[in-house]
């Protein structure tokens, strides 16, 4: 099924059962979750190595508190140098989704064929998930400079992301209802 998926990219008409883009979707969403994971631990890990060094550097501005199974420092004044790189963080989980986009587009459109719809039905979707996508590294880069993000635009990638939130339940509840089991304007129904 993965490998089929992998080579269907290119081709936005037919149709795909259930099984055939379920199996190729959760594989993609797998290596997406373990890319996001490859990228954000290590950005995590550093900035908590740094946190650490700071605290023992500058005691008078630093407590570090642990006990059995819990472990936190807690920093006083702003230090921007110790503040993740939301917008690189934020910008490598676009590269992330934009290739999920360009992995699954042509499977969502088949799979919306399968149900007699049309692959325009997930427009609102991507136009939606890319403007959030363009917004999110603008709004967060300026909190790893230490500065204030625009709220106007903050508040704007917020709304966004409820309505994107709201459009791909609809994608969803699409994507997993049975297909037709006769032919309709897309074709046949697909093999097993």
Avoid: C
Avoid at 3 to 18: A, Q
Avoid at 68 to 82: A, D, K, R, T, V
Avoid at 160 to 186: E, H, T
């Amino acid at each position: 099924m993965i490998r089929r998926g992998l080579g269907k990219i290119p081709t936005f008409s037919g149709r795909d059962s259930l099984s055939q883009f379920w199996m190729y979707a959760g594989a993609v969403f797998g290596l997406a979750m373990a890319s996001w994971v490859a990228v954000f631990v290590p950005t995590m890990v550093s900035i908590f190595v740094a946190m650490q060094k700071f605290a023992v550097e500058h005691p008078d501005q630093a407590e570090i508190q642990s006990g059995p199974g819990s472990y936190s420092i807690s920093i006083q004044g702003n230090h921007p140098e110790l503040t993740p790189d939301f917008g690189g963080l934020m910008a490598a989980l676009s590269v992330i989704v934009a290739v999920v986009v360009v992995l699954l587009a042509s499977g969502v459109v088949r799979r919306l064929h399968d149900r007699g719809k049309s692959g325009f039905w997930a427009l609102p979707t991507l136009i939606l998930l890319t403007t959030s996508m363009i917004l999110a590294p603008r709004v967060f880069s300026e909190f790893g400079k230490g500065g204030e993000p625009d709220m106007r635009l903050f508040w704007g990638m917020i709304l966004n992301n409820f309505v994107y939130l709201a459009s791909a339940a609809i994608l969803l509840v699409q994507l997993v209802q049975r297909g037709s089991v006769d032919a309709n304007r897309f074709g046949d129904p697909p093999l097993p």
